[in-house]
């Protein structure tokens, strides 16, 4: 049986029970919680799961998808609809399961460049945060521009990969691509 007690580097997983009448149930601190305190669990790397009530049922993933369907309702979206379009339409296509490792990805990259910004900007002064900010446009075009170049290079790679992956099953059926 794997060890689940928490470690230093590994918080406790909380659990969130949803009731029928659309209550969460934060098990660790044995309150109703909304979805606002949801979100700052979030924020805070919280590790936490959403369970229905009644069935045992992990509802997490739908919850999440809440959040930021208010989030986008609210203030600035992130996601255009030409975006969200796009997403609706990997759905059922045969692409739909790399799309979720590739933003995945990408979103971790972003992530990670995020992390070592703040680390690098600790110590700005109010006169080098003006100064920073006035370079910023370019910084992050180019930063960007490599983030995206990454990108391109990976689909190239995978829809070369898969190229060859259809023609040695054609050929396996004295099929040429095009036939």
């Not at 995978?158 to 004295?174: A, H, S």
Request: proline share 5%; aromatic share 8%; hydrophobic share 35%.
């Amino acid at each position: 049986m794997p060890n689940t007690t928490p470690t230093a580097t590994q918080p406790q997983q909380r659990i969130i029970k949803k009731y029928p009448n659309r209550r969460l149930y934060d098990t660790d601190t044995s309150t109703y919680i909304t979805l606002s305190e949801v979100k700052q669990l979030v924020m805070k790397s919280q590790p936490f799961d959403v369970l229905d009530a009644k069935t045992g049922e992990n509802l997490t993933r739908s919850i999440l998808l809440q959040i930021i369907l208010e989030e986008e309702s609210n203030g600035t979206p992130m996601f255009t609809a030409p975006v969200l379009e796009n997403l609706i339409r990997f759905y059922g296509h045969a692409m739909q399961g790399f799309l979720g490792g590739y933003l995945e990805k990408n979103i971790q990259t972003l992530m990670d460049t995020q992390i070592r910004f703040a680390e690098q900007t600790k110590g700005f002064s109010p006169d080098m945060w003006k100064q920073f900010l006035t370079l910023q446009a370019p910084a992050m075009q180019v930063m960007m521009g490599g983030s995206l170049d990454q990108s391109k290079n990976l689909l190239s790679q995978m829809q070369e990969q898969m190229q060859k992956q259809t023609e040695q099953v054609l050929g396996v059926f004295g099929l040429k691509n095009g036939a």
